[in-house]
């Protein structure tokens, strides 16, 4: 089973910074299956990144991802009001799927 | 475009079965093309999955280890649905509950994507 541990565990940034999210993976993960999703209270998860680099129908530019093998990143270019959420990678393709723990992102 | 609509109770006895049934719209759960998952958010914790459903001329069923046994998915093709039943449940079975779909990514060796669109969400609490 593939862990997933994503950096930091929290993060204070001000609307227009850049933010960057580390997602760690125990091995390599296989033809970069990895997704990301934004999580709000009382909403469902929304996703926003898959196959590592793809961004999700109706998801704006400033939200992109990169990496390969085992470590992966969402960088959001200038946060906006509405980006403070908290932040899940995920494994898929394998006969079980796993999420990191997450990432808040706070405003300062 | 493919809407889950999510029902079912929101206060469960200990040692009692949670159910919990996601209405599909806009495909079908008998689809060749899409898994069925049940994913859950505790209220201090992370996402968790924990299972899935897929038909590939019959129903198919995988389980996180975590709720393997006590755990099953069902799905009806009548009424376009499928439902979790989480059997033996404790307080650590609070959570909000969540269904969603994958798609298929590779067709030869079954192998399923990443998970869109969601449920609204269902708040299950286990309490006497």
């Known amino acids: 089973e593939i862990v997933l541990t994503q950096s930091p565990g929290s993060l204070s940034l001000s609307p227009g910074e850049r933010a960057t999210l580390s997602c760690r993976a125990s091995?390599?993960?296989?033809?970069?299956?990895i997704a990301w999703y934004q999580k709000k209270p009382g909403q469902a998860p929304r996703l926003l990144i898959y196959g590592a680099f793809s961004r999700a129908t109706g998801i704006p530019d400033r939200f992109s991802g990169s990496g390969s093998g085992t470590d992966f990143t969402l960088t959001i270019s200038r946060l906006e009001p509405e980006d403070f959420a908290v932040y899940y990678c995920?494994?898929?393709?394998?006969?079980?799927?796993?999420f990191g723990q997450g990432t808040k992102l706070e405003i300062k | 475009q493919v809407q889950l609509n999510q029902s079912g109770p929101g206060l469960v006895r200990p040692s009692q079965t949670l159910s919990v049934t996601c209405a599909i719209s806009g495909d079908t759960v008998s689809s060749n093309s899409a898994a069925w998952n049940w994913i859950r958010q505790s209220p201090s914790g992370g996402l968790e999955w924990l299972g899935r459903t897929y038909y590939r001329s019959r129903f198919y069923t995988d389980y996180a280890v975590s709720v393997r046994g006590r755990m099953t998915i069902n799905s009806d093709t009548s009424k376009n649905q499928f439902s979790l039943h989480l059997n033996s449940v404790t307080p650590e079975d609070t959570a909000v509950y969540y269904c969603?779909?994958?798609?298929?990514?590779?067709?030869?060796?079954?192998?399923?994507?990443?998970?869109?669109?969601w449920g609204q969400g269902t708040l299950v609490t286990v309490s006497s």
């Open positions: 995920q494994q898929y393709g394998g006969s079980m799927c796993n």
């Open positions: 969603t779909r994958a798609p298929l990514i590779e067709d030869s060796i079954w192998t399923w994507g990443w998970l869109d669109p």
């Open positions: 091995q390599s993960v296989s033809n970069t299956y």
